[in-house]
């Protein structure tokens, strides 16, 4: 199997073109734009407790030849608070949408954990289903996040569930960086296989977050059910996750892709954990690569997936008989 490499320069931080959307109760939401303004467009949507910085090694590889966008979600990185509420994701998106995208103009959209429950909370907008050509969700969940999040041990239910919430509702700050935390974190979010760099730039991107923005999200996201919202999802999707994923396990993707109108596929990434674009970022961007150039028109060439990535296998997924491909 192929390793991901570490994509070298351009520096994702420097001279993107900054912009920002008014989302419908006046919050005014972080918006980078990276690659030519002319090119097909792919706008990504981040997860819980990170930032735009989480696409960087996204933008390395895609920036030269895509138009991608990034945003800070509400109370992450430089987007202020303002109220929280799975509703508001879907405002927020389709106010990026909106500002970034020329009326009729299409893009591929891709969220990872909270960002791409927040696609689904956006299902049967009306921006979204102006702008979205095909989706990429990695690695989340529509419902039962508490109760089937496998960080802590123990059985399902019970008091595993009630640590893991009362872990999940905690206000107390995460502190600096320290080496004594990473390893915490490569068992929270990453995956053994993942490398130091990995882990250290996900505890730059976490502990980045305030603690009060973390605390009022995650009582939302323990809450979360967007079940009905899955079903009426009809564009074409593409769900990623980690085999070794404690946060997100791959229950929650058999059953979103079991569920999803229009599923084109569930890719279930060997021994990788629940932060699939930086531990598993070349993967992640071929998938991304794919959709454009299946969505996106002709003129754009598809450019050849790692190896791991192209090797499927065939298994029928849930009630719906969708196709699982293993990398």
Same mark, same amino acid.
């Given at each position: 199997?192929?390793?991901?490499?570490?994509?070298?320069? +351009?520096?994702?931080?420097?001279?993107?073109?900054?912009?920002?959307?008014?989302?419908?109760?006046?919050?005014?939401?972080?918006?980078?734009?990276?690659?030519?303004?002319?090119?097909?467009?792919?706008?990504?949507?981040?997860?819980?407790?990170?930032?735009?910085? =989480?696409?960087?090694?996204?933008?390395?590889?895609?920036?030269?030849? =895509? /138009?991608?966008?990034?945003?800070?979600?509400?109370?992450?990185?430089?987007?202020?608070?303002?109220?929280?509420?799975?509703?508001?994701?879907?405002?927020?998106? !389709?106010?990026?949408?909106?500002?970034?995208?020329?009326?009729?103009?299409?893009?591929?959209?891709?969220?990872?954990? %909270?960002?791409? %429950?927040?696609?689904?909370?956006?299902?049967?907008?009306?921006?979204?289903?102006?702008?979205?050509?095909?989706?990429?969700?990695?690695?989340?969940?529509?419902?039962? $996040?508490?109760?089937?999040?496998?960080? $802590?041990?123990?059985?399902?239910?019970? +008091?595993?569930?009630?640590?893991?919430?009362?872990? $999940?509702?905690?206000?107390?700050?995460?502190?600096?960086?320290?080496? $004594?935390?990473? +390893?915490?974190?490569?068992?929270?979010?990453?995956?053994?296989?993942?490398?130091?760099?990995?882990?250290?730039? &996900?505890?730059?991107?976490?502990?980045? &977050?305030?603690?009060? +923005?973390?605390?009022?999200?995650?009582?939302?996201?323990?809450?979360?059910?967007?079940?009905?919202?899955?079903?009426?999802?009809?564009?074409?999707?593409?769900?990623?996750?980690?085999?070794?994923?404690?946060?997100?396990?791959?229950?929650?993707?058999?059953?979103?892709?079991?569920?999803?109108?229009? &599923?084109?596929?569930?890719?279930?990434?060997?021994?990788?954990?629940? %932060?699939?674009?930086?531990? /598993?970022?070349?993967?992640?961007?071929?998938?991304?690569?794919?959709?454009?150039?299946? =969505?996106?028109?002709?003129?754009?060439? !598809?450019?050849?997936?790692?190896?791991?990535?192209?090797?499927?296998?065939?298994?029928?997924?849930?009630?719906?008989?969708?196709? !699982?491909?293993?990398?």
């Amino acid at each position: 199997m192929s390793r991901n490499r570490n994509h070298s320069a +351009p520096d994702p931080a420097r001279d993107p073109r900054i912009t920002t959307a008014e989302s419908a109760d006046g919050t005014a939401l972080h918006i980078e734009i990276h690659g030519p303004g002319d090119a097909p467009a792919l706008v990504l949507s981040h997860g819980w407790t990170c930032s735009t910085r =989480f696409w960087d090694a996204q933008i390395r590889a895609l920036s030269a030849d =895509f /138009r991608v966008v990034v945003y800070d979600q509400r109370g992450h990185g430089r987007t202020p608070m303002g109220r929280v509420s799975t509703g508001v994701l879907a405002d927020d998106l !389709e106010a990026v949408l909106r500002t970034v995208l020329a009326p009729g103009e299409q893009a591929v959209v891709a969220g990872h954990s %909270m960002g791409a %429950m927040t696609i689904v909370a956006a299902a049967g907008r009306p921006a979204l289903i102006e702008h979205a050509a095909a989706l990429l969700l990695c690695s989340t969940a529509a419902s039962h $996040l508490v109760e089937e999040c496998t960080v $802590l041990p123990g059985r399902r239910g019970g +008091p595993r569930t009630r640590a893991t919430r009362a872990v $999940l509702r905690s206000p107390l700050p995460l502190g600096p960086v320290t080496p $004594l935390g990473l +390893p915490v974190l490569r068992r929270v979010a990453l995956s053994p296989a993942a490398t130091r760099a990995q882990v250290a730039a &996900c505890a730059r991107i976490v502990h980045a &977050c305030p603690r009060i +923005p973390r605390a009022a999200w995650a009582q939302v996201l323990e809450t979360l059910d967007l079940t009905e919202s899955v079903r009426v999802l009809d564009l074409p999707a593409v769900v990623l996750v980690g085999s070794a994923d404690r946060l997100t396990p791959p229950v929650h993707s058999h059953r979103l892709a079991a569920n999803l109108p229009d &599923c084109r596929g569930l890719v279930v990434l060997d021994g990788a954990g629940h %932060m699939t674009p930086v531990e /598993r970022p070349d993967d992640v961007t071929a998938q991304l690569r794919s959709l454009v150039a299946q =969505f996106l028109g002709p003129g754009h060439p !598809e450019s050849p997936a790692p190896a791991a990535t192209l090797r499927r296998e065939e298994a029928p997924v849930g009630d719906a008989g969708e196709k !699982e491909s293993t990398a």
